[in-house]
């Protein structure tokens, strides 16, 4: 159901998985030097509705195309992910130029740093990246928290900011070791693995990030229930996990038998009928 949701988003926005962002894309042809680059990815929170994600999307291409122009690198970005649980958007940046390679890295400290500074109501005229990052984060309120994440850290909005020193707009949240279950979704390999664990609890996405060389973690664990270990970060007010960085174990779960419940049968002893059975017990009660 979720891959269906997925590629009915994508065909709905004219995105491909591994394609180009709507509206500002190159072909593969048009790739001067394309390398793997980083990711960063936006997420809608709560009930969200066609119309806010497709704002949200015309958003989101706006602060990429922004930060190219801030960075001065000539960088596509490439749909990377595409969750519909709490509408999170991930985009990858490959470089159309020799001197943008070795920019790409550092796009989404820049993405993150932007964010934290939108959170303080940092303002300035001359950087409108500064200013489509305050659009984007006016879709959130408190029933859509907004977050802006990388692999590293994240932010989270459940307001507006205005252009002031007001931190109302930003939300608090706890990071500690631990330990978060839920079912392994939506892996993704890029200069490291991101995949999406589902909470069970909420059956709300979290984002996992491992580090490169740890991808013999993942075996078997696609599509299983799983205990992911690493640095969780939580909501401070509700305590749901929304990220987990630094994974250093993934654990599948055994679901046990499906039809286990068949070896129930004939655990009680007699040969009275079931029907008669249930009939006495119901009778005494």
Known sequence: MRRFVRWT???????????????????????????AGDSVTFRLEGEVTIDQLTVAIDRFRDVLAALNDDQRVNVRWVLAGLDFGSAAV??????????????????????LEVARQVSTGADD????????????????????PLVMETADDEVMFTA???????????????????TVRGRVETLSHRKGLRFTLYDLAADRPVSCYLQPGLEDLMRDA????ADVTGVVTRDAETGRARAVRHVTSVDVVSEGDATGFLRARGAVGGTEPAELVIRRMRNAS
């Open 90 to 111: 991930t985009a990858r940046a490959e470089a159309l130029d020799e001197e943008s390679i070795p920019k790409v890295a550092a796009l989404p400290e820049q993405f």
């Open 125 to 144: 005229p001359a950087r409108p990246l500064l200013r489509v990052v305050r659009d984007l984060t006016k879709l959130s309120d408190a029933s859509n």
């Open 9 to 35: 988003l994508c065909a709905f926005f004219g995105l491909v998985p591994g394609g180009v962002l709507a509206g500002r894309g190159l072909s593969a042809v048009d790739t001067i030097a394309a390398v």
């Open 222 to 225: 696609w599509g299983r229930i």
């Open 160 to 178: 507006p900011v205005a252009p002031a020193a007001d931190r109302t707009g930003s939300q608090r949240t706890t990071k500690s070791l631990g």
